[in-house]
Nanobody, 124 residues
Framework: QVQLVESGGGSVQAGGSLRLSCAAS????????MAWFRQAPGTEREGVAA???????TYADSVKGRFTISHDNAKNTLFLQMNSLKPEDTAMYYC??????????????????WGQGTQVTVSS
């Protein structure tokens, strides 16, 4: 059974940093694609960053150069390092996964398993 548990959210001022973690069980990074999504109130869920099963990494244009996705296979944990945070980064952040590679890994419709989310709030 696949389970994803996010942590690391919080409140920071603009320009600050946060590191999100997603503890995963029931998956193998070699055959699963994983991603971070976010959703602000009244908006659609959007892809932030993804690492697909063949190793390719994809970022949304809005976070390129500021966010870094990585994973620790030994700890079965996915990370999202977020630097230079902006108020528009404020959202609930979700970890998601699906078995197999993806051509475009930032479409939430392609993902099967989801965590409960962790809130990130950036104040100006």
């Amino acid at each position: 059974q696949v389970q994803l548990v996010e942590s690391g959210g919080g409140s920071v001022q603009a320009g600050g940093s946060l590191r999100l973690s997603c503890a995963a069980s029931g998956i193998s990074y070699s055959i699963y694609s994983m991603a971070w999504f976010r959703q602000a109130p009244g908006t659609e869920r959007e892809g932030v960053a993804a690492v697909v099963s063949d190793g390719r990494i994809t970022y949304a244009d809005s976070v390129k150069g500021r966010f870094t996705i990585s994973h620790d296979n030994a700890k079965n944990t996915l990370f999202l390092q977020m630097n230079s945070l902006k108020p528009e980064d404020t959202a609930m952040y979700y970890c998601a996964t699906v078995g197999g590679p993806l051509d475009y890994a930032l479409d939430p419709a392609d993902f099967q398993y989801w965590g409960q989310g962790t809130q990130v709030t950036v104040s100006s």
